[in-house]
């Protein structure tokens, strides 16, 4: 069964940076569409970004765009989110999931996935 354990969360100031990782294990992470989910606390999950099995078509939420940037390492198995200009807004619980596709297949609908980390804690704070 593919697992994956998310990595890289904090505390960090508005204008501030963080790198989250995915990594995974029990399967190669070639042959999946991978993305990143965030809980925002009393809201909803959302799509943050998502990317295809082989990295070259992506997906930002509008509320992203220009500051994340989603790339997967398929050799390490390991799936990022580089998170730039971070604001306060951006505070949640950042999951990352996966699920079985080919081609240019992408989706930021958490429905569409079966295989999902334990999230790790982003805060963005003064």
């Known amino acids: 069964q593919l697992q994956l354990v998310e990595s890289g969360g904090g505390l960090v100031q508005p204008g501030g940076s963080l790198r989250l990782s995915c990594a995974a294990s029990?399967?190669?992470?070639?042959?999946?569409?991978l993305a990143w989910f965030r809980r925002a606390p009393g809201k909803d999950r959302e799509g943050v970004a998502c990317i295809s099995s082989g990295g070259d078509y992506t997906e930002y939420a509008d509320s992203v765009k220009g500051r994340f940037t989603i790339s997967r390492d398929n050799a390490n198995h390991i799936v990022y989110l580089q998170m730039d200009s971070l604001k306060p807004e951006d505070t949640g619980v950042y999951y990352c999931?996966?699920?079985?596709?080919?081609?240019?297949?992408?989706?930021?609908?958490?429905?569409?996935?079966?295989?999902w980390g334990q999230g790790t804690q982003v805060t963005v704070s003064s």
């Open positions: 999931a996966a699920e079985v596709s080919s081609g240019s297949w992408r989706s930021l609908d958490p429905w569409q996935y079966d295989s």
């Open positions: 029990g399967y190669t992470l070639n042959y999946y569409g």
